[in-house]
């Protein structure tokens, strides 16, 4: 009996041991200035629409409000995390510190599915999965199907919000979505009477 209960107060020792090791490591995580800022943009296609020196440029309101030296913590941090998701090629973004005190941003990018086509081409945006708009990249130019009316009307970036273009959208989607009709698909029209119709890549008419 009196071993089981030594052996008892010595594992609780080691628990509170620990436990205070932790809320140690902890506080001083909490308390360490930032020493380095550490981006990591997630990609399976090396396709970057957003660069490393954008997401810190966002973290750091273009340099107005230093990170590196600072503590931030709490509300500061929803407060980044919010900033990097207004960017519109940030799908999601988490927003944290590790025990050295880094700063760590993690973002999945928005990638356009079709690129919505104008007679002046600077007029021109890409279109997402869920319908909404997207700016042109000064990083990378996506190799997606161009739509637009027949006959060279362009549609307006609010077009596959409305409920009766959602068709156009999944059609867009499931082009994206595989390779082979990826690889066919050069140009999407919106015929007069709502038809789509679409001519090949040059690499399908050759094959």
Request: aromatic share 8%; with cysteine.
């Amino acid at each position: 009996m009196e071993k089981s209960v030594r052996n008892l107060v010595v594992a609780l020792a080691c628990l509170l041991g620990l436990l205070g090791i932790g809320a140690f490591a902890a506080f001083r995580q909490a308390h360490r200035p930032v020493a380095e800022i550490v981006v990591n943009v997630a990609n399976d296609a090396d396709n970057y629409f957003i660069s490393e020196r954008g997401v810190t440029a966002l973290l750091t309101d273009g340099g107005k409000e230093p990170v590196i030296g600072t503590v931030p913590e709490g509300n500061r941090l929803r407060v980044l995390e919010t900033r990097l998701k207004a960017h519109p090629f940030v799908r999601s973004a988490q927003v944290y510190r590790d025990l050295a005190g880094n700063l760590h941003a993690d973002i999945h990018q928005n990638h356009p599915i079709a690129r919505l086509v104008h007679a002046d081409d600077r007029l021109d945006s890409y279109v997402d999965a869920e319908g909404k708009r997207l700016p042109l990249s000064p990083l990378y130019t996506a190799r997606v199907a161009t739509v637009s009316r027949a006959g060279g009307g362009a549609l307006s970036a609010a077009f596959f919000q409305d409920s009766t273009a959602r068709g156009y959208l999944d059609f867009l989607r499931y082009v994206d979505e595989h390779p082979f009709w990826r690889a066919q698909v050069a140009e999407v029209f919106v015929e007069p009477g709502g038809k789509l119709s679409f001519t090949p890549s040059r690499s399908a008419t050759n094959e």
